[in-house]
């Protein structure tokens, strides 16, 4: 688009102009090609590539598409939610998104922040309607998201129980979102009584296993 004055159009904002035409351009370049207005996982792995980023492995890829508000469907952006999280970033170029590699560590984040960002991480990976991960999905996330987060041990060990019992393939979002909670409140496995628990029964099974791990040593 442009204006009489031969200008592309700009976009006001509170600290810079920002180009919309560049922004809707970037964004045609990831879209899809039956689908112009999404880019699903193929789009997404383009971006990183741009970005030098590691779409399997960094985290920054789950906190980049967090910030810029990507919620309609899993495993995909729409063009009105990049168009408005570019706006929320003030970003309208590749080096402008660079710039902000560095603010997108979820060591950042405060306690509320990243329990928000937390259940996105369950949530963008869910496949088309499913409502559960597999575990083996969860255990990759788990180790992304929360490394530094929560202490090491509990993390490992959460994810080996995770690995070796048979009774659960699939997670559900309470699940994952529970695990988070419980990790904060029940620092010290010792004090946990299952008899009051309100936990999933997921935990419950956790702590069983613990307590044999322990008889073990």
Known sequence: MWSSSGRKSKKKGSASDLDTD???????????????????MEGICKLCEKLDLDPVDDIRVLVLLWKLGSEEKPGQITSQEWEDGCEKLRTDSIEKFKEVLPSLDPGFMDRAEFKDFYKFCFQFNRQGTHRTLDKSMVTALLEMALKDRIPSERLETFCKFLEVQKSYTLITLDQWTSFLDFCYECEDLSTYDESTSAWPVLLDEYVDYMEEQQKKK
């Open 22 to 40: 560049t922004i809707r351009s970037m964004f045609q370049e990831l879209a899809e090609e039956d689908d112009p207005s999404v880019a699903g």
